[in-house]
């Protein structure tokens, strides 16, 4: 194990005031170096980096991630603080970033942690990457950011598996039409009578943007302007669901991996009659084009780095995605993406 | 980690160290694998292959960085206790650096496979030498690098239990570049031997065929048979078999055992052990015969005593002892029935019981041979006479006192008034038989009468003349005894001498001589009808 000098630090400690002021509720049993690898951002593929960082165990065995083999670590930080209930009040918790960095408060969801890479005001240099469920936006071009995809998601529409008002089936037109506020009782559209309860992630969220992009695409191209009674919502989070006492009448896009998750077990269910909404898309990670040669992102993202390997196939399949395959193999996996242009070759592992 | 932050950022810093010194993150190192384990790493072509059924046909040892280096990765010995799952690394040599802290790449997933004899391997796709770390590093080195490439066991936890090694050389960091790895040692397919053996009890010295049936059909080589842990010999693989007939096998329950030894594509095996149950070998019993060249002649005389030793099964061993009286004249041994005659000169005039003894060994038993006698004499002065003398033929005669001159005359006829014939007969005296042929020749004497005419028609046949009460005399002075002949009667009619009947008889072997014999000549049953006369036949007598 590699030590760095650590007698130096403790000599300076001793001899000056310690304020532990600055104090966050960032864990104190573990803080990422200047060497490491750190990311933020979206909700939907913050286990994909987890487990793709320190591994999780499929069937029987752990299955190592980067960081047993790796000398600088791939450190991801989940959207929302995961050591407490959603609906507590430390839900968006600050993080320290690297040690020696002003701690800041958790970035939540694609667009956030993008921000930290080139919004001015908003940009720190601690972050490496972020991770982002949609494609970039034209702001993100325009900074120069470079996306890597790695795996496929699966969107959907969920609703409360105890019960629900809804229909078996619900189309994207229909979707349309519910998200634009234009149909307000499930009875309208077959399901059982109720007033219809729309649930959408925050503005910011990759997943709402892919989210409304599929919208506008159903609707001949034009921007759906969404009803003011849209309920917003942590993504992929079954919690939304058992909280919200008119469940029965709730649904809301929901990533089918997550759905799969034991949190979501008898909390909600994935509507797949036939003609049901489901939309595959690319998830990536972002990192600035000034940082695109470091060796890191070749190391992690590109096509012949962890993400893309078969090393993590089984990982990134535990945190409910599809690997996508290398362009050896004929897959999208780790291709530099510079444009607004989502990648559409779902080809998977 | 530079400490050159000003006082106020010392809060952060607090925080550093308490992060550090709980933080146990440090680069992979060779450490992290275990210990280094002896055995070889297999690279195959196929995702359908491990060590089990691979050919030397599946092993790559190089190829372009353009696609996955292997399809399969395996090693050929077992990984330690407690492995539950391996997977593979790379590790990328860094200068001044411990290789036990260099940084490794892992170069596919894990996998819990396990084939037929508990040896991992991984068929999970494997990265490309285009994996980022490996490319750097070959660029680094200016083109070309060589790497440890370790197959990691580990157990449920991912920590390692122990790893195999190879070398990795990578030329050139982009799909065009090509890889290598050392060429591990030729695979062994591997092999089974049945044994059978062609009976399952024998008797010692019986020869037994121990068959080995090896396969699969394309083993060549040698299979050696052992009873326990003693070889018995070896036979040469065949079309899948090799025999091996032995009589040498251990009184007892030995258990055999074929160990076939491999050639250059299979592997050895032992056959599962055949025990054959071998019994000591019945008695055989023997029988001796002597025979002695002469069992005469002159005393001191050169004398070969020959023995011959015959087994009820096999051929004897054991030893023959010649023997006269109770005197030991040698021995010798006897081999396989073989036993070398005796020659001696040591039997002096008399009388001598010779006799052979045969005492035998293993499952032989001893034999005495009959007693044979042999009387020799001292030699004395010999002169040699020629003598001759000539025995004569002799000859036989039959003489009758009656002649045609002198008939015999029967009484005047007399008519039975009962049935009406005549009969009439008298004394016959003097058949004199004289035989004086050498060789003891024995004589049969015979009558016949001819028919009985009266010279003017009237006649009756021979049948109805008899020679009857013939009895033999002795002639006085002569060895010819009169008991030595037989008389035999033929009554008149109901025997009649129409053709010859034999009267009298003298034995062959008996003593020549003279026999006197008479009986009484008759005619009876005459028929009336006859006419009157005096009838005249002729009685012919004949002697062989």
Redesign the interface.
Known sequence: ??????A???A??LT????????SS?S????P??RDVVGVGSDTIQYALNYAAD?VK???????G??????A?LVSFNALNPSVATTDANIHDTI?LK????PIVRPDGSGAGKKLLYLAGTENAAVNFARSSSALSAAEVTANLKAYPFAVDKLAIAVAAPGTNAPAAITIAQLVSIYSGATTNWNQIGGTSGTIVAMIPQAGSGTRAFFESQLQAANGGTAVVLSTGLVTVQEHDPSVFTTNPNAVNAIAPFSIGRAGFANATGVVRILNGAGSFQASRAVYDVVRGADANK?YV??LF?S???LC??????LIKAAGLDQMASP?DGGACGTQVSTTAAVTNFAV? | MRILKPLAALAASSLLLTGLAVATAGSASAADDGPLLPGNIYLFNSKTVSLNNATNANIVTSGTNLTRPWSTIAVDQVCPAGTTQNFTRVRIPQVGVNPISWDEVQFNATSTELDALGRSYNSTNSNPMTSAKVAAYVLAQGGTATLPLAFVCADPMAVATGYFESTLTVVGNTSAGTWSVPTPPAILAGTTVGLTASASSVESGSPVTLTAAVAPAAATGTVEFFAGAASLGSAPVAAGSAALTTSTLPVGTPSITAVYSGDANNGASTSAPVVVTVTAVAARSTTTVLAVSAVTGFANASITLTPTVTASLGAADGTVTFKDGATTLGSVPCVAGVAAPLTTNALAAGVHNLVAEFVGSGPYTNSTSAVVEATYENEGAVDLQTVVVTIPQGSITITTPYTEGAPLELSEAVLDPTDSTYSASAPFENIVITDTRAGQLGFTASVMSGAFTNGSGGSFSGKHAGLTGVAATQVAGNALLATQVTPTQNAPFTVGLATPKVFATHAAGTTNGTAHLAGTFGIDQVPSSVTTGLYTATVTFTAV
Do not use: C, E
């Open positions: 194990m590699k030590r760095t000098k650590v130096t630090v403790a300076v400690l000056g005031a310690i304020s532990l002021a600055g104090a960032a104190a049993d573990f803080a170096q200047a591994g499929v069937g029987a065995n752990f299955s190592p980067y960081n047993a083999a790796a000398d670590r320290t040690s020696g960095t002003t060796a070749a190391t590109g012949d780095g962890f390997s078969s090393s993590a196939t089984a050896i592992n």
